[in-house]
């Protein structure tokens, strides 16, 4: 039998336990420590979430892959496009090629840029490359414009200084006729016989005046090298410029 003393021990030492056992578990409780009965729940939970992770990543993996194959789709049908666009840029060029080559063939057989006669009828002059028709016999304005389409050409029509400059030698001194004349409508703009407009021009100073309101025509000055506005009833020379095919 245990003495008095080792029975207080042994009961003091089961108090200690018992206080220890107490103290620990209001410590882990208070502190968030789960407790060992816990840990089951716990790895459960961490699998659930590691297997949620796993079904997003293969989602957005699948999703990857599927936008991945569209691209390439969309890419293959681009490359096709553009290689058939190639295809009709070639034949387009091709195209290009064949026109410039008939264009060649027909500048070989007609001056396009300078001109379309190399030899005028009888009474025309050829000054580059074109044919006119000087007459200094005195006509008005309109009997003049009526005589040359009579030879099948029209009243002069300038389009550029380096023409009039060419027609200058042969003008000399003489006055004529320019296929120049006012418009109907408008006083203020002129207009060529054929009916085009009016963009090259060499008026003498003070030109054109329309003076007493009555000139309505213009002339050529060869003494001055200008042009001049003219009552159209008036009679001075003309010439003609040829417009037949040589």
Known sequence: MKNSYEQSLSDSTTDLDNSSSFFHERFSREAGIPRKGNHGWLSLALVAILIIIFVILALLTGLLFGHYATMVD??????????NSKSDTSDLWKSVDNIMGDMSKIKTQVDI????CSSCPPGWKLIRNYCYY?????????KSREKCATLNGVLLIMKDINEMNALLPTIGKGRYWLGLKRSSEDTDIWVWADETPLTFSAWNEGEPNNDHDEEHCAEILGGVQAWNDRNCQHKIGYICRGVWTC
């Open 134 to 142: 000087f007459k200094s016999t005195s006509e008005t304005w309109e």
């Open 113 to 116: 840029t300078g001109g379309s």
């Open 74 to 83: 969309e890419l293959t049908v681009l490359k096709y496009n553009v290689s």
